[in-house]
């Protein structure tokens, strides 16, 4: 409700006084979701469910929209409500913002539902001849199922190397190191690996290699190839492979001073043994 006032602008157009307002709910946008898993993280695992069970999860594709469908929203939402469904920014895959929601996945440790959603949903596990382009390459947005033209559904379109990019080299770390590696124990800087890997993505011999703060080769030996996250996974000893010898630790933690000597880039190799 509002009412007019005698008063008029430049061009003759009288003001209004709003009097009232009525909220009207529009449909989901994946960014909801986001901040919600953020701050309510003993409701991940429902907030997922139901992402997962609404418009914003592309069934055919395995990943996740930015927006449900907005085909009986008003244009006054703006340019997302101009592009065909499925493309740009109205209902597409906008690969920053489904990386975003992955993150958070991983950040609440749902682990079992991240990597349930990790090879569909990820660009390196993409078939090229559908993407369109290498799979070593990020989009802004892949179209999906809600285009009209089925040939273009998992294609990415618009090359770009930077938000996308931040969110999956958080995601990375999380998987190979975990959140928090080095803390302070007694005045004494400690390092202890925490990685959340899934078996398959072991070699056949078990073993999985990362570049540990891009100067330690860190080689996980997991020879029952089990998830690392898994109830009793724990790592049982690490080997340091210092320049004229080799020191082992026994237990998840690398104590002074050689968690120092990690961070300051003296060590060149670590070898961890998971039990």
Aim: with cysteine.
């Amino acid at each position: 409700d509002y009412a007019t006032l005698d008063a008029t602008d430049g061009q003759g157009r009288p003001y209004v006084r709003p009097l009232a307002f009525e909220p009207r709910v529009l449909p989901l946008f994946l960014e909801g979701p986001v901040h919600a898993l953020k701050v309510a993280a003993d409701e991940a695992s429902a907030i997922h469910d139901r992402v997962r069970e609404s418009d914003l999860y592309d069934r055919k594709l395995g990943m996740y929209k930015v927006n449900a469908p907005l085909a009986g929203e008003s244009h006054e939402l703006g340019r997302c409500r101009a592009f065909t469904p499925g493309w740009l920014e109205n209902e597409s895959i906008w690969l920053h913002m489904e990386y975003k929601y992955l993150l958070e996945l991983l950040r609440a440790g749902l682990y079992d539902a991240f990597f349930a959603d990790f090879r569909s949903a990820l660009v390196p596990f993409f078939d090229p001849a559908i993407y369109g382009r290498s799979p070593l390459e990020n989009s802004s947005f892949i179209v999906s199922s809600a285009h009209p033209d089925e040939s273009l559904h998992g294609a990415g379109f618009v090359a770009r190397l930077s938000g996308a990019t931040a969110e999956f080299l958080s995601i990375w770390t999380l998987m190979m190191a975990g959140a928090q590696p080095f803390f302070m124990q007694e005045g004494q800087l400690q390092l202890a690996l925490k990685p959340a890997l899934p078996g398959w993505l072991f070699r056949e011999d078990g073993t999985l290699t990362f570049k540990f703060l891009g100067q330690c080769t860190v080689t996980y030996h997991n020879p029952e190839r089990c998830d690392t996250y898994a109830e009793g996974m724990r790592i049982r000893r690490s080997v340091l492979h210092l320049d004229n010898e080799d020191v082992t630790i026994e237990g998840p933690v690398i104590p002074a001073p050689y968690a120092e000597q990690v961070r300051a880039g003296e060590i060149a190799a670590i070898s961890v043994y998971f039990a």
